[in-house]
């Protein structure tokens, strides 16, 4: 049954507003004083093209600013796109092969579907990858979903198998939060940034720390290795203003305008490849 945050605000709204006898049916219809008068489908309020008594002007006028939400952002991986509403919900389209679209399934997908996070928290920024998504939360935690193999998701392996496991639900990232992965007696990390690469993910902290983590085949992650990790690490002590990834390609921008680059270069940074930073 379609009933998610947004929607509840819709019922209460109409409610109040408009003083009228509202309810959704099992296959989204919204009823009016015991009409059909039209479904919430993805993004959209869909008015029926029969007349109702229920006079749809005045009831577009009641749900105009809860039912049509703006889009604030949006990103891609392969095949697959994902929006972030100004409202803070999230909707995923296309392929799920690796739990990308965050619906607790395989399925792909050709219709917008509304992602849930724990406790309907509402979400502040997005990121993709190849087939990865992170996502910062209004009450700064973080969530990541779909690939996991290279350790992407910063989640690190599966408990019970070792193993790197995809995830096709939001899942917390513990590593920044208090007592969390760290160990009992950590702060909590605030992250304001993040930016993927194919498999690779990069973290900005509101301190300026970076951090890193996943697929590090080219030296993607700048730590002057080529081991993939699965837990976040310290990646530079540049402060960084800005950072851009490729699919296995680092690019940072400093606060003393300086520009430093590593990873794989097939041409992308202008030099061979490269394990530390490098202008």
Known sequence: RFIDRRTTVLLKTIRERGKLNTEFNQDNDL????Q???????LNFIFNNTESSIEKKRLLLITKDIVVSKIKNIVTGYAYTIFLTEDGLVYAVGENNYGQLGQ?????????????????????????GEEHVLCIASDNKIYG?????????????????????NYNTPQLLQY??????????TNKININNIVCGAYHTIFIADDNTNYCVGDNRFGQLGNGNEITISYPQVMTSYVIKQVACGNYTTIILTNENKIYSWGSNS???????VWTPVT
Not at 31 to 34: A, D, K, M, R, S
Not at 36 to 42: D, K, N, P, Q, S
Not at 149 to 165: A, H, I, K, M, Y
């Open 176 to 185: 920044f939060e208090a007592d969390g992965s760290r160990g009992i007696g």
């Open 36 to 42: 059909i008068i039209g479904r919430v489908e993805g």
């Open 267 to 273: 041409s992308e940074i202008g030099r061979a490849h």
């Open 145 to 165: 979903f779909g690939k996991n193999e290279e350790g992407q998701l910063g989640l690190g392996p599966n408990s019970s198998t070792n193993n790197f496991t």
């Open 31 to 34: 009823i009016v004083e015991n």
């Open 104 to 128: 607790g399934n395989y399925n792909n997908s050709d219709k917008k579907l509304l992602v849930t996070f724990p406790n309907n928290i509402t979400i502040s920024q997005i990121s993709s």
